[in-house]
């Protein structure tokens, strides 16, 4: 799978967007862009995909470059449950299914 | 609906000891199910994928005598720590997917294991 590179840490204030950047420049045609997220002591948790259009769902937007190259996971109005370690994973489509996990944001929400 | 049930959550349990955590996905079938350690402050580092009615494949530097999996059947998978040491304190978590396309994979809750 291709890597991809992620902020360490990023703050935001609660009730506010946060977008979290993640860089994928080895990107192939056919790799997914896959996000999911970490709460403490918690197995991860699926947040959303895409492949080359935005997507949307209820928990966050995914807003990918017309590149491919890099992708922006939006939570429109951040909550203290947000607070969690944001992982971006590619995914080729046609390739072996397991995920490998890069090292993530870890998003502080502020009250 | 896509749950993935895992159990125990947390075990505490001697060195030399064998401790077995299962994993069941509750409304799907996973003919494929992946095994998770994750130790403090660090990412998750995929130890296996487990087969339905065949063997594990198991990651570069995994111990497959000491982590034995078992995926008897389409609903569960079983990782056992065998003879379990201190340096294998950690979270150990699984994965399943019902339908890659549309949900992308559900993980369990997640289990530590503390050996003392």
């Known amino acids: 799978d291709a890597k991809t590179t992620q902020p360490n840490s990023m703050e935001s204030n609660e009730e506010e967007p946060v977008h979290l950047p993640c860089n994928h420049s080895?990107?192939?045609?056919?790799?997914?862009i896959h996000w999911y997220r970490q709460l403490p002591s918690q197995g991860p948790e699926y947040v959303i995909h895409g492949l080359t259009s935005n997507v949307n769902n209820r928990m966050a937007s995914l807003a990918i470059a017309e590149d491919r190259k890099s992708s922006t996971l939006i939570l429109h109005r951040a909550t203290l449950r947000d607070a969690a370690v944001y992982y971006c994973i590619l995914r080729d489509r046609f390739g072996n299914e397991k995920l490998t996990f890069g090292t993530g944001t870890r998003l502080t929400i502020i009250p | 609906g896509a749950v993935v049930s895992q159990h125990p959550s947390r075990v505490i349990c001697k060195s030399g000891t064998s401790v077995k955590i299962e994993c069941r996905s509750l409304?799907?079938?996973?003919?494929?199910m992946f095994w998770y350690r994750q130790f403090p402050k660090q990412s998750l580092m995929l130890m296996a994928t487990?087969?339905?009615?065949?063997?594990?494949?198991?990651e570069q530097g995994v111990e497959k005598d000491k982590f034995l999996i078992n995926h008897a059947s389409l609903t569960l998978s079983t990782l056992t720590v065998t003879s379990a040491h201190p340096e294998d304190s950690s979270f150990y978590i699984c994965?399943?997917?019902?339908?890659?396309?549309?949900?992308?994979?559900?993980f369990g809750s997640g289990t530590r294991l503390t050996v003392v």
């Open positions: 409304d799907f079938q996973a003919t494929t």
């Open positions: 080895t990107i192939s045609g056919t790799d997914y």
């Open positions: 487990s087969n339905e009615g065949s063997k594990a494949t198991y």
């Open positions: 994965s399943a997917s019902q339908d890659l396309t549309l949900r992308g994979y559900t």
